[in-house]
Each structure stands twice: as C-alpha cells, then as structure tokens.
C-alpha cells in the first residue's frame, strides 16, 4: 500500500523528534536530516524502521539517497513517488 | 516491492550547495560593530598565543597573524571572491610560513595529486591511476625524510580517501576552488594533526548561516581550544604524577586519568583548526562534545573526535552493515562494528606511515583495537535495545518520589561516567604505554593497593555522585522553572529576559575568557595575586623546550604525531629540522642499540658507562674500548709517565669518535699533530729537569653524554689520570640536556652535590614536586645550572693545578637551543675556564661531506675539528699547559 509523501513525512517526523528526544515542532522538514545530529546507530534503526513501516527496501546503501535528497520534505516525496510506481508495477 | 536505485532518479533537491548559500544581505552600518567585536576578539586571541606561547615549535603565532590578516580583508569582499581569496591566502602562506623549497613540494605534489582527480576518465580509473600514485609515493616516503611530508600527507593522506568516496556517484565535477579550499586550508600549514573534514559537510556548511554569527562561532572554538591547550599545560606540570610516585591505588588512577585527560592538546588543536575555518565561511560541525564527559563506551566515540567517527562511519560502517543487513541488523551491526576497529587500528599505522615514515603494526595493538571493538559491538546491541523501545513519558510531578527518581538517575550517571573514563583511560594507558599492563600487574600483586587506597578512591567515587545528585537536580530544577515561566503568562517576561540573557552570555563568554587569558599572560597581573599565583601563571607561559621527562613516559601515539616539527620558513627566522638524507635502515637499527650494547648502566649521575675492553664495528669502522673504558689505545695507564704531559678531553660521542676508526678521533689526530709541532723536544731525551719529552692527549669521550654526566666522569675517572689540562667539549646543547639530568635525578630522589643543591633549592623545589614541574622550573635556571656545573669542574682544576679549557665545537645537525653560543662561552669563561671557539670548523662543507650518519662526523670531519683545534691552539698558547706548548723545554 502506498503512503503519500505528507504521511511519510509526518512519520518520519515523529520517528526522527523520538530518536533524538525533540518535541516534532522542532523538527523542521526543510532542513537536512543529518543536522538533527543522528548517531550510527539512531540511523540505522531510522532506516530500517521505515523501511518496515513503508514495505519498501532501499537498494545498497540507504545513505546514498540520504545524500540525493538530504531534506525531510524532499526524501518523503521521492518515497511516495518510488512507492507509487512499485504498487503499480505490482497491480500490473 | 522492488528496489531501486536512488541513482536513477533525478533528485528532487539539489544534493551539492557547489555555489554559496544565500545569505541575507548585510549593510555597512549593521556589519560594522560586529566585523569590530570580532577584530577586537581576534586582536586578544593572537595577543593570547604571543603571551602563554602557545605551541612556541611551529609557526602557530605566525599562522594566527595570517588567518586574522586574511579575516580582516576577507569579510568586506563580495561573497563571490571569497572562496578565490581564501584558497589564495592558504597557498600563499604555505610559501611564507613554510619557505619555497618546502612549499614548491607541498604545492606541486599536491596539485598534481588534485589534477588526477580532475582526469576526464570514469571514476574507477581515477581511483586507479591515484592508488598507483600513492603507492610510489609510499615508496618514496619510505626513503625521504624531506620536510613537505608531514604537511602533504596530513593533506592527502584521508581527505582523499573522502573526497574520492564523495565522488563516485558525482554528476558535476566540484569546482577546482572547493577542492583547493578543501585539501590546501590554511590551518594544515601549521598542525600536522588534523580532523578529517568531510567533502561533502566542508560544502554544504559553507556560509549557511549569517556569516557573522558564523565568524563567532569561529572565535569561540578557537577560544575553547585555548583553554584546552592551558589546560593541557596544567595537567603536565601539575596534575600528572610522577612515575615514581605511582606506588597506590589514588596515584594509579589520578595517573592513569591525567595520561587520558593530556588528550586536550588534541582537542584543543581540532577546536582551533575548525574555528579558524569558521572565520572563512565554514560552517563546520564540532569536531569534540565534552568527551569527558562520555557516560558509555559507543559514547566515547560519539564524543571524541567526532570527525574520525563520521569517518570511519561513511567509508566502513554504513557500507559493511547495509551490505550484511540480510543477515539480521544485530549480526550486521557486530561485523560492521568490528570492521571499524580493525580499520581504525590499521588506518592509525598508516597515518604513522606517512607522518613520521614509520609502521608499527604489532599484535598487542591489534588485540587492543579488536577488544575495543567487541566492548563497542555489545554496548551497540544495548543501544539498538534502548532506540527500538518507546521513550515512556517522564513523570514531571514535584513530589518526594520525583526528587528521588531524579536524584538515582543523576547518581546513576554520575556512576556511569567515571566508569566509562576509568574504562577510556584503562585502554589509553595500554595503547600509550605498552608497558603498561606489566607495570599494572607489578602494582597489583605488590601489596600497592591497601584498604587506605581503597577507601580514598572510594571517597572519591561517593564525591562524583554527589556531585552528579546535585547536577541532576539542578537541571531539573531548571526546567521545571522554564516550563513554569513559559506556561504562566506573568512569567513570560522573565523567560525573555532569561533567554535573552543566555543569548548575550553566549556572545560575551568567549570575550571574557580572553580578557582573563590575556590578563593571566602578563607577569605583572600575576605578581600582583601573590607569589603562589604568578608562579603557576609563570609555569603556564611555558612551554618546556624539550618534552618533559614525565610526559615523555606517557606520550603516546597522538603526542608521537603532535610532536612532529614544521618546517618553518627562514623568513619567519624559526629553526625547523634540517633537511637531511636519512640514514639506511642498517644505520638506523645500528644508532641506538651499539651505543646500548658497547655501555654498561651506571649510577643515577653516570647513567651509563662504556664497557671496558669492548669491541665492535659502528657504521663499518672498528671500535676499541679500552681496558680502562676509553675509546683509546691499550696501553694507557692510569698513572701519569713523568715524560708525559696530558691532555684529557671530555665530551660527547663526536669527541669518542662514533662512526671513525680507533686512529680517527680528533683527539688522536690533535696527539699527533702536537707532537709534531715539537720535534726538537721529541728527539731529545728527557731532561734532567723532569720536562716531558711527548704529549698525550687522553679521550674520554662518551655517547649520551651531558654536563652532570661530564661532571662525574672527570670526579670519579679523569682526575685520577692526572692531566696537565683537561679539555671539556661542548655542543648547543649544553643547557637542556643538563636541566633534563638534574630533573632525573631529583625524580629519583638522588642525594644531589652542594653545586646543584642551591640551584635546586632557589627554584624552589622538592623532591616531592611533579617532573614536569621540575623540569619547567629548572628551565628557567638553565644558565644556572650550567654554570654552577662549569664552575665546580674549573675549581677542582685549579685545585690540581690542572689548566680548564673549554672548547665549544658546535654540530651541524643539533639544533639552536635557548642559550646562544656567545652565552655559553660566557658562562664558561665567567667560570674559570679558558675558552676556545671552534665555530666553523667545517669550512663551509655540506652535511654530506663531512658526516658519517645524521650526528657524527667521519673521518674528514674529524679531520678538519683537529686541524681547526690545532690552529685556534696555536693562536692561543695561553689553552695549552705549558708543558705542551711548542718549543717548550
């Protein structure tokens, strides 16, 4: 099932503010996820929770597009893009 | 689903800032107080390193100079030309602060290094042309000591790493100017040791935020990495205790955190590197977060040199576990977590590689690094725990039970953190000090650890809880104010004064540290606090000119790598190491362990002694020691022949002749060259009147040897042999090596002769203080010392009726020290002896004519000392005893 990009958002919002223990209004879509100052380990669990939660895996390095699209907003609507076209590739 | 690749896909958002951000724009009348406030902070900062000397052996102040210079013209210029002008500043100091010949290396090597990067090839022939680039450049590393390598490999040596990572999956190559700002940046020039900046976080930061509260931010790293360097100076002199006194359980742990804490020095350098950045328009990120302060062992590594951990991170870290993912995340994470410590250890020998041209990769260091790892893998299970449960939310009530979850919590911290210090300083001590496990062990099992011990570090851990009860509360206490304030409309106004209030604090500390520092660096300020206080800021201003005995036992990788010298330019008039060719690797092994093998250890004052009747071949030349233990011929004897006038001649290795033949000492040459001088009086028998018929010039001559250690050898050995005159041989080095004996010898608690006692007692010192303290004090007694030295060996002289020459034969390859030459002759002459200058003597050939390995002379080196001896002799008849000058009866 696809998520539009403002869900993605929003989660990844509420997941990032709980790993580095901010309230969500601190979080600031339109600024680099790294800034929030992500430690290996908060990372990993951030990539791989959302992976869960999304049913989506991320080919090779997931910092790679960390790197592509290093803003909140940006990453969410990418993910809803690519989400969106692996729903219809599998209804096909 | 399926996978795809983030590569395919246009990015929604550009991923590279390769132009600046967009700054809002700033008038003349709004930049000009705060361009002022930073001038003036930047003025204090530089009179602060010229005060306390800050790194007085690299052209630290110099560098300072430039970086503020460049500031001042830099923060007017149009946004567009600032990154041209800052990488036109670095390279233009590259070639003031370090002198064309060095630089045109740096610069060529480097530049060239850049150009292949630039290659229009695919990525991964890129990669391939510049791993076969560095590997002849290793090749060559390995036989050149020449003096750009420090600086080119500290530039290269991972940036390049990062920067090709950074590019593999580039579009648009990076404009030249980025690359050039990122490996040639100004502060490179100075520390060898350097946080490896990130390509990608050394973009995107620059200028994104308001440059001026970037620039003070940049003041207030420098500030902070001030303090960490006088506090670095603190621990040294006063905090780390002698070896000798590291007999109990308190001792062994104030040791073992005072060894970790000297880490400052680094953190410190990294906080003054970043900020100076910062005045450029950098932006970058904290390179260390109160690592002290590290309340578990993943902690320390978030903490303490946070750039080596992204590092690591990136290139190992992220790659291995994403790799292994399809194994599970927690057998991932334990790979991965062990792959970066067995990188972190091998990527440490290779950083020794290229800056001091040396690998030492052992196996202890490696079982080292692979427990560090495995401590590392388990504490990251317990945080993957900790991240995957729900953060349950905190009661904020205010009643008893509050106060005492909150007070358990912060004893639980408290507790945390001295555990996880004690654990950081354990490893530290074991990687600094390989010796250290052994030395623990002796401790342990020597009866040193007593319940009286025991109690006091107990004392010591019950005070750290308390103090973090407190902590806790305090902050607690804080917010619940904060909340309280934020939540009552009444309180508001106070929550803007007190915010506002924290906001100028932030602005003004680093302001007020300065004036205190700059205050704290004039002597006059000091006296004024009273003695003990202008004594420890005395103390402070000093950087002891050779490190310090104590610190030399703990100096340990980062102090190895810190320690390694920048040439500065002639321009700057600073003395940096010779360019030299190095000694082949037989020299090299055969340097240190003939001399051990050839001597014998002897008392405090000796130290070591050469083995009587020892032979062997030094650097392919047969040396003979004698059955009395002299470099000379066998059949000397103690007792003077009556047809003999003697000459003895004390001094280091040069006057043994270490690398010559036995024939080819000076000392021998000058024998011979006397005797010619006086054929009448050598054909003729002895006369009646008991006049010598020849001359024999007696070569006491010892490696390592140093003023105290001459002392005692003409006390206990020469005089015995009764010499007309004794000749007493000096380098530059006279002071420093005699204040580095004496603070051995009171560590050792040595009962010390009357001529040092009065020193020792007008420095004010006993044998209780630390030797770092010693040694700082004594350095400024240098003259004294030296002196007090010269005087007694001039007076037992006389006392024999024996003429005290001194010769001073200064060395090529030993650096200029603190006292000129012209003092020392003085303080020689003022001492009694006759003093002859021997400045010159090579006659203006090179290193390489005249040297037999980086130290000693060969044979036309030792040759042309004896011809210059000869003349200077026979110009100053008044240095030979009489019964040696010519045509004497």
């Known amino acids: 099932m696809s998520r539009s990009a403002q869900q993605i958002q929003d989660w990844m919002i509420d997941r990032l503010s709980r790993l580095v223990r901010v309230a969500p209004s601190e979080i600031d879509p339109r600024k680099p996820i790294r800034r929030y100052g992500l430690d290996s380990v908060a990372l990993v669990t951030f990539v791989t929770d959302l992976e869960k939660w999304l049913g989506y895996r991320f080919h090779g390095n997931p910092l790679d597009v960390l790197d592509d699209y290093p803003i909140l907003e940006a990453l969410a609507a990418f993910l809803a893009e690519q989400t969106a076209a692996d729903d219809k590739v599998t209804e096909a | 689903m399926t996978a795809h690749s983030p590569s395919l896909h246009t990015p929604a958002v550009a991923t590279e800032q390769l132009s600046v951000s967009p700054c809002p724009p700033i008038t003349l009348s709004s930049a000009l107080p705060r361009f002022l406030s930073v001038t003036v902070q930047l003025a204090l900062i530089v009179l602060t390193v010229h005060l306390f000397k800050i790194e007085p052996n690299r052209p ?28 036109l500043l670095s390279l233009a100091s590259a070639v003031l602060l370090l002198g064309w010949p060095t630089a045109r290396w740096l610069l060529g090597l480097g530049g060239g290094l850049i150009t292949l990067c630039y290659l229009p090839l695919p990525w991964k022939y890129r990669v391939l042309l510049i791993a076969l680039t560095g ?24 940036r390049l790493l990062v920067y ?84 109990d359980l308190p001792h062994l742990l104030l040791f073992l955190a005072a060894n970790y804490a000297l880490y400052l020095r680094v953190s410190g350098w990294f906080h003054i590197i970043t900020g100076l950045l910062h005045l450029f328009g950098f932006n970058l990120p904290r390179t260390h977060h109160n690592y002290f302060l590290a309340s578990s ?197 106070s929550f803007c004064i007190l915010h506002s209030a924290f906001r100028i604090g932030k602005a003004v500390l680093p302001a007020a540290v300065l004036l205190v520092l700059v205050a704290a660096g004039i002597p006059q300020v000091g006296v004024t606090l009273g003695p003990r206080v202008a004594e420890v800021l005395a103390t402070l201003r000093l950087e002891a000119t050779a490190p310090v005995e104590a610190v030399v036992a703990v100096q340990g990788y980062y102090d190895q790598l810190a320690d390694i010298p920048v040439q500065a330019s002639p321009l700057l008039g600073m003395s940096g190491p010779p360019e030299q060719k190095r000694p082949n690797k037989q020299q090299q092994k055969q340097l240190p362990r003939a001399y051990t093998y050839m001597t014998q250890p002897a008392d405090d004052f000796l130290e070591r002694e050469l083995i009587p009747s020892w032979r062997g071949e030094i650097l392919g030349k047969r040396l003979t020691i004698n059955r009395l233990g002299m470099r000379d011929r066998e059949d000397i004897t103690r007792e003077k022949p009556a047809d003999v006038c003697r000459l003895a001649f004390v001094g280091t290795s040069v006057v043994m002749g270490y690398g010559v033949g036995d024939d080819e000492p000076f000392p021998r040459l000058l024998e011979a060259h006397l005797n010619a001088d006086r054929p009448a009086t050598q054909e003729r028998p002895r006369p009646e009147n008991g006049r010598p018929r020849r001359v024999e010039v007696l070569n006491f001559g010892t490696g390592k040897s140093q003023p105290i250690h001459r002392h005692t050898l003409i006390e206990r050995k020469v005089l015995a042999f009764e010499p007309d005159a004794l000749y007493y041989v000096a380098h530059q080095d006279e002071n420093e090596g005699a204040v580095r004996h004496l603070t051995r010898l009171i560590s050792r608690r040595n009962e010390l002769p009357a001529y040092l006692r009065e020193i020792v007692q007008q420095a004010g010192i006993d044998p209780q203080s630390p030797p770092g303290l010693v040694e700082v004090r004594l350095q400024v007694f240098a003259p004294q010392i030296v002196q007090g030295i010269y005087a007694d060996i001039a007076k037992r002289c006389r006392q024999r009726g024996i003429l005290p020459v001194w010769i001073y034969l200064p060395m090529p390859e030993v650096k200029d020290t603190t006292l000129e030459s012209s003092e020392l002759m003085s303080l020689a002459e003022k001492a009694g ?3 002859l200058n021997l400045a010159k003597w090579d006659a203006g050939r090179g290193p390489e004519a005249i040297s037999a390995d980086k130290l000693h002379p060969n044979a036309l080196g030792q040759q042309l000392i004896a011809e ?6 026979q110009k100053r008849p008044d240095a030979l005893p009489a019964c040696a000058r010519r045509g004497a009866p």
Not at chain 2, 375 to 397: C, G, I, P, R
């Open chain 2, 60 to 87: 630290f102040l110099a560098l300072m100079c430039l970086a503020v210079g460049g500031f001042l013209v830099h923060a007017w210029l149009p946004q567009r030309f600032r990154l041209a002008f800052f990488c």
């Open chain 2, 135 to 158: 590997v002849l450049l290793a090749l060559w590393r390995i036989e050149s000591a020449q003096a750009f390598w420090p600086i080119l490999s500290s530039m290269f040596m991972f």
């Open chain 2, 164 to 247: 090709l990572y950074d590019r593999r999956r580039e579009r648009v190559r990076p404009p030249l100017l980025h690359s050039l700002a990122y490996f040639f940046c100004l502060p490179n020039l100075c520390f060898t040791l350097f946080p490896i900046l990130d390509f990608k976080t050394f973009r995107q930061t620059y200028y994104d935020e308001e440059p001026y509260t970037i620039y003070q931010s940049g003041v207030a790293w420098i500030v902070r990495g001030l303090t960490h360097l006088l506090a670095y100076r603190f621990i040294k002199y006063y905090l780390l205790p002698a070896p000798h006194h590291v007999t």
């Open chain 2, 297 to 493: 062992v993943s902690d320390v590594w978030r903490r303490i040199n946070i750039y080596w951990k992204d590092f690591m991170a990136k290139l190992f870290f992220y790659p291995v576990f994403f790799a292994l993912r399809g194994w599970g995340t927690r057998l991932a994470m334990v790979v991965a977590a062990l792959g970066v410590f067995v990188a972190t250890w091998l990527l440490h020998s290779y950083q020794t590689f290229w800056l001091r041209a040396e690998l030492p990769l052992t196996w202890n260091e490696a079982l080292l690094w692979l427990s560090a790892g495995m401590v590392m893998a388990l504490n990251l299970q317990f945080d993957l725990l900790a991240e995957q449960k729900e953060k349950k939310e905190q009661n904020q009530s205010n009643g008893a039970f509050f106060l005492f979850r909150e007070a358990l919590a912060g004893a639980t911290l408290a507790l945390r953190i001295m555990g996880t210090f004690l654990l950081v300083s354990l490893f530290w001590a074991c990687w600094t000090l390989p010796q250290f496990p052994s030395s623990l062990y002796m401790l342990a099992t020597s009866g040193a650890i007593t319940a009286v011990g025991v109690w006091t570090v107990l004392g010591w851990v019950a005070a750290g809880v308390v103090a973090g009860v407190l902590v806790r509360l305090a902050q607690r206490g804080m917010q619940n104010a904060e909340c309280r304030m934020q939540n009552e409309r009444q309180g508001w106004f």
């Open chain 2, 833 to 835: 002896f006759v003093v």
């Open chain 2, 868 to 873: 210059r001896l000869r003349t200077v002799l």
